[in-house]
C-alpha cells in the first residue's frame, strides 16, 4: 500500500503570496490531518478533516485553511504569507474506524520557506 | 536530511544500553497519549501510545509508563540499537468532535553510539 504523500516537497514563497499544498492519504483512510513543524514551536496541530467536513481546529489564524475532497484527498492554503509561516508542514491520514483514534501515518512533509 | 528541532534535549547513550524519555503534559484532561519517533527528513513515525485508564504498556523493546498524578510520560527502549537514533515526541490528546485534538511535546533527540 502506497503510504501518504505530499506535493510539493519544498516550495519557495514571497511575503504576501499564498500558497497551496496537497495531501493524498493512504487508500481507504478517511481522516486527514495536518500539522506544523518549526524549530521554534514544534509540531502544532493545525486541523482535521473527515468525509469533507472539518473536525477539528488548532490554534491557527483564519489565514490557514483547508479542504478535503470525496476521494479523501486534502489540501491546505496559507494566505498572505507571513516570514513565520515558513515550516515544514506535515499531513497524516487514518482510518478512523469510528472508536475516536486509530493510528496516524504521517506523509514526508512539504518544507516552505517564505523569504 | 532535515533537522526537526533546534536546542532540543538530547540523550545520548550507548549501543545495548536501556533509554528512558520523558515527557511532562500539561491537561489533565488528556486521556490518550502517544509516543513517536521522528528521523531526519522524515515524518512522524507512531511508537506506542496509552490510555488514561492504564498505567504501563508493553511493546517490541518499548515501554510506556503513565503518571497521571504528576502528569509525567515516559518511554523506555530497551537494548537500544544506533537505528533508533531519532526525535521523539510526546502528544497528548483530548477527546473532541468525535476524534481528538492532540499537542505535541518539543521532543528528545536521542542519539544511540555504536
Known amino acids: 500500500k502506497a503510504g501518504v504523500t505530499q506535493t510539493p516537497r519544498y516550495l519557495i514563497k514571497t511575503r504576501g503570496q499564498q500558497v497551496t499544498l496537497s495531501c493524498s492519504p493512504i487508500?481507504?483512510?478517511?481522516?486527514v490531518s495536518w500539522y506544523q513543524q518549526t524549530p521554534g514551536q514544534g509540531l502544532q496541530f493545525l486541523f482535521e478533516y473527515f468525509s469533507e467536513t472539518q473536525r477539528n481546529k488548532g490554534n491557527f489564524p483564519g489565514r490557514f485553511s483547508g479542504r478535503q475532497f470525496s476521494n479523501s484527498r486534502s489540501e491546505m492554503n496559507v494566505s498572505t504569507l507571513e516570514l513565520g509561516d515558513s515550516a515544514l508542514y506535515l499531513c497524516?491520514?487514518?482510518?478512523?474506524?469510528?472508536?475516536?483514534?486509530?493510528?496516524?501515518?504521517f506523509g514526508p512533509g512539504t518544507r516552505l520557506t517564505v523569504t | 536530511g532535515e533537522s526537526v528541532g533546534l536546542h532540543l534535549p538530547t540523550l545520548s547513550v550507548q549501543e545495548g544500553d536501556n533509554s528512558i524519555i520523558n515527557c511532562a503534559y500539561s491537561n489533565s484532561a488528556s486521556d490518550y497519549f502517544i509516543w513517536y519517533k521522528q528521523e531526519s527528513g522524515k515524518g512522524p513515525q507512531f511508537i506506542i501510545d496509552?490510555?488514561?485508564?492504564?498505567d504501563k504498556r508493553q511493546g517490541q523493546r518499548v515501554t510506556v509508563l503513565l503518571n497521571k498524578t504528576v502528569k509525567h510520560l515516559s518511554l523506555q527502549i530497551a537494548a537500544t540499537q544506533p537505528g533508533d537514533s531519532a526525535v521523539y515526541f510526546c502528544?497528548?490528546?483530548?477527546?473532541?468532535?468525535?476524534?481528538?485534538?492532540?499537542?505535541f511535546g518539543r521532543g528528545t533527540s536521542l542519539i544511540v553510539h555504536p
Open positions: 502528544a497528548e490528546n483530548i477527546r473532541s468532535g468525535g476524534s481528538y485534538i492532540p499537542t
Open positions: 496509552i490510555r488514561s485508564n492504564m
Open positions: 497524516a491520514s487514518s482510518s478512523d474506524p469510528g472508536t475516536g483514534y486509530s493510528e496516524q501515518y
Open positions: 487508500s481507504g483512510h478517511r481522516s
